[in-house]
C-alpha cells in the first residue's frame, strides 16, 4: 500500500511537470506569434511610407515647374527622406514620417500660390495617390498599434510575464503621429474651378 502512494506521488509530481513545461512552451509561442504580428504589421507600414516615398520625386518635380523659387520646401522634404532612411527604430520612423508629413503639408499648399498646379493633370493624379497612400499609412499604423497592444498586453500579464521576462521580450513602441498632425489643415485638389 505504501510502495502504491509513493508511485502515486512521483507520478502526480510528473504529471504537474510535464503540464506546467507544456505550458511554459504554450505561452513562449503565444509570445512569439505576438512578436511576428508585430513585425509584419510594422512591414506593412513601411511598405506603405515606400510607396509614399516613391511618389514624392515625381510630385516635386512636378511643383518645381511652376515653383521653382520654393526651396526650402525642397529641401524640407529632402531633409525628411533622409530621416527616413536613417530610421532605425518605431520612434525614428515614427518622427521621420510626422517631418515628411508637415513637409507634404507644405508642398501641397502652394497650390493656393500657384493656381495653374491644380490645373496640372500629373500634379492631380499624383495628389490623389499621396492621399490614398497616406491613408494606407493611417490604416497600417492603426493596425501596428493594435498588434504592439495585443503584445505588449500578452507580455505584461501573468504568468506569462514570467516567461516573457525568461525570453527577454521587452515592450515594443508604438507608432506615434505627432500632436499637430492632428490638426493638418485641409487641402483640396478640386479642379473644378478652373
Not at 105 to 115: A, D, E, K, M, T
Not at 150 to 159: D, Q, R, S, V
Not at 162 to 176: E, H, I, P, Q, T
Request: no cysteine.
Amino acid at each position: 500500500m505504501n510502495f502504491i502512494k509513493k508511485n502515486a506521488v512521483v507520478i502526480g509530481i510528473i504529471a504537474v511537470l510535464l503540464i506546467a513545461i507544456v505550458a511554459f512552451f504554450s505561452m513562449g509561442n503565444g509570445i512569439v506569434k505576438e512578436e511576428n504580428t508585430v513585425e509584419s504589421a510594422y512591414a506593412d507600414i513601411d511598405t506603405q511610407l515606400q510607396r509614399r516615398n516613391d511618389l514624392i520625386p515625381n510630385l516635386v518635380e512636378t511643383v518645381k515647374g511652376y515653383a521653382s523659387h520654393e526651396e526650402k520646401i525642397f529641401d524640407d522634404i529632402s531633409n525628411a527622406q533622409n530621416a527616413m532612411a536613417k530610421a532605425n527604430s518605431v520612434t525614428d520612423t515614427a518622427a521621420a514620417n510626422n517631418q515628411m508629413t508637415s513637409a507634404l503639408n507644405s508642398l501641397v499648399r502652394l497650390q493656393v500660390s500657384y493656381p495653374d498646379i491644380k490645373a496640372d493633370k500629373q500634379f492631380t493624379q499624383l495628389a490623389d495617390e499621396l492621399a490614398g497612400t497616406e491613408n494606407r499609412i493611417a490604416v497600417a499604423r492603426t493596425k501596428y498599434n493594435a498588434a504592439v497592444k495585443t503584445y505588449n498586453t500578452k507580455i505584461y500579464l501573468f504568468p506569462t510575464s514570467l516567461v516573457a521576462s525568461l525570453r527577454g521580450s521587452d515592450k515594443k513602441d508604438y507608432f506615434k503621429a505627432d500632436a499637430a498632425a492632428k490638426d493638418a489643415p485641409t487641402v483640396s485638389f478640386d479642379t473644378s474651378s478652373k
